[in-house]
C-alpha cells in the first residue's frame, strides 16, 4: 500500500499537492494540538478517499511511521513549524517529498538520491477554493447575458463614460422608479423623466425593446427583467465587463460573477459574516479576487481586496482592483504596490487588458 504520512500545514493548499502528485492509497495527516480546528476539511476529506489523523506529541519519527512500516511511505515535511523536528536526516530509508511553488517542481529525497518532477496543481473550481479555506459560496441567482445582454452591457457602459453625471444620476432614478414599478418588464415614469433623459434611452437599445411616451407618460419595456440590474446600480455593468474580459481570454480555469460567501462555511443563517466579490477566478488552484470600481475609490478599497483574496484563497491569492475613473492619487497606486495589490486602472481597462496584466502579474508573485 502506498502510504503519503502529510506534514499538517495552515495553508490547506499544501496539504493536496502531495495527494495530487503521487496519488496514494491513504493519507496519514501529522497534526499539532492548534491546527485541530482546521482538521477534516471538507474539500480535502472529498478529494482524498482515505485519511487518518495524528497528533503529534513529540514523538520520534520512527514511532510514527512504525504502524506503516509494511507500505511504500513517502513523507511530505512541508508542513507546521512545531513538526520541525521530523526532518530529512531523521527519516533514513523513507522517500521524503516536498513540493516548491515558485519553481513548480515536486522534489523526491531518499538517501543521497534526488528527483525532481513538474509539480501537479490540482484545477480547482472558484467554490472549491473558497470551500478549501473554509468559507463557503452561497447559491444565488445571477445572470450571464447571452450575445444581446453583452451589447446591453457595452451600451451602458458607453453612456456612462460618454457622461457618468448624468448616468449616475439616470441610475438613481431609475432605482426609484423600480420600486414601484407593477409590472416588472415594463417601468413608468413621468414626462420630465423622458425629457431629462432621453439622450441616455436613446443609445439603450439593446436594454429596452422600446420606449414610448405620452403626453403626461414614457413607459420603458425592458428586453428582460434581468436587464433591470443593468441600469439600477451604477457599478454592475463594469462588474460584467470586467468579467467578460477574464472569460473572453480563455485562460483561466473557473470565472464566476458577483460571488457571495459566508465566512463560516456552513449553512446560511441571519447575521452570518459575508462577503461579495465581483468577479473571482481561479487558475491553477490560484484564488483571483477582483473588485471592480466604476467611480471614486479610496484607500480602503484597496485593503479590502487585499483581505478578500487572502481569506479566501490563502497566501497565493491575487488581489486585483479594477477601476473605470481616471483619479490622480499616485499614493494610492503606491499602497497597492506596497500590499501586494494588482491596480488595473481605467486606460488599461478600456484598452482589455485585464487578463494579460492579471496572467503576468501571476508569474512575478
Not at 477601476?323 to 494588482?342: Q, W
Request: glycine share 6%; proline share 3%; aromatic share 10%.
Amino acid at each position: 500500500m502506498k502510504t503519503l504520512i502529510e506534514i499538517y500545514d495552515d495553508d490547506q493548499m499544501l496539504n493536496l499537492l502531495s495527494f495530487y502528485q503521487l496519488n496514494p492509497d491513504r493519507v496519514v495527516f501529522i497534526y499539532t494540538e492548534k491546527q485541530e480546528p482546521l482538521l477534516h476539511n471538507s474539500l480535502i476529506e472529498r478529494k482524498i478517499r482515505n485519511t487518518e489523523y495524528i497528533l503529534y506529541q513529540d514523538q520520534e519519527p520512527a514511532a510514527l511511521l512504525e504502524p506503516y512500516r509494511d507500505d511504500e511511505v513517502y513523507v511530505d515535511i512541508q508542513g507546521g513549524n512545531e513538526l520541525t523536528a521530523v526532518k530529512l536526516s531523521r527519516l533514513l530509508g523513507k522517500t521524503v517529498c516536498y513540493s516548491d511553488l515558485d519553481k513548480k517542481k515536486y522534489f523526491l529525497l531518499k538517501g543521497d538520491s534526488q528527483k525532481s518532477a513538474d509539480l501537479i496543481m490540482p484545477k480547482l473550481t472558484v467554490r472549491e477554493i473558497v470551500e478549501l479555506y473554509g468559507g463557503l459560496v452561497r447559491n444565488l441567482p445571477e445572470e450571464y447575458f447571452d450575445d444581446h445582454g453583452r451589447k446591453a452591457v457595452e451600451e451602458c457602459m458607453a453612456a456612462r463614460r460618454k457622461n457618468s453625471k448624468k448616468w449616475n444620476a439616470f441610475c438613481k432614478t431609475m432605482g426609484s422608479l423600480g420600486t414601484g414599478s407593477h409590472e416588472l418588464s415594463v417601468w413608468k415614469a413621468d414626462r420630465k423623466f423622458y425629457q431629462d433623459f432621453s439622450a441616455v434611452l436613446a443609445q439603450l437599445d439593446h436594454v429596452f425593446d422600446k420606449v414610448e411616451f405620452t403626453s403626461e407618460s414614457c413607459f420603458m419595456h425592458f428586453h428582460d427583467t434581468a436587464y433591470q440590474i443593468l441600469v439600477t446600480d451604477t457599478g454592475v455593468p463594469f462588474e460584467y465587463e470586467t468579467y467578460y474580459q477574464i472569460t473572453d481570454s480563455g485562460a483561466f480555469d473557473d470565472v464566476d460573477l458577483r460571488v457571495n460567501i459566508d465566512w463560516n462555511g456552513g449553512e446560511f443563517v441571519s447575521g452570518d459574516p459575508n462577503s461579495e466579490l465581483d468577479v473571482v477566478a481561479s487558475k491553477d488552484s490560484r484564488l483571483i479576487s477582483i473588485s471592480c470600481k466604476a467611480g471614486k475609490y479610496d484607500q480602503q478599497a484597496i485593503y479590502e481586496v487585499k483581505a478578500n483574496a487572502d481569506k479566501f484563497g490563502g497566501s497565493r491569492a491575487v488581489p486585483v482592483l479594477c477601476v473605470d475613473i481616471d483619479m490622480e492619487r499616485p499614493e494610492y497606486v503606491e499602497k497597492a504596490r506596497e500590499i501586494g495589490v494588482l491596480l488595473i486602472e481605467h486606460g488599461q481597462m478600456r484598452e482589455k487588458k485585464a487578463a494579460k496584466m492579471i496572467l503576468e502579474w501571476m508569474e512575478t508573485h
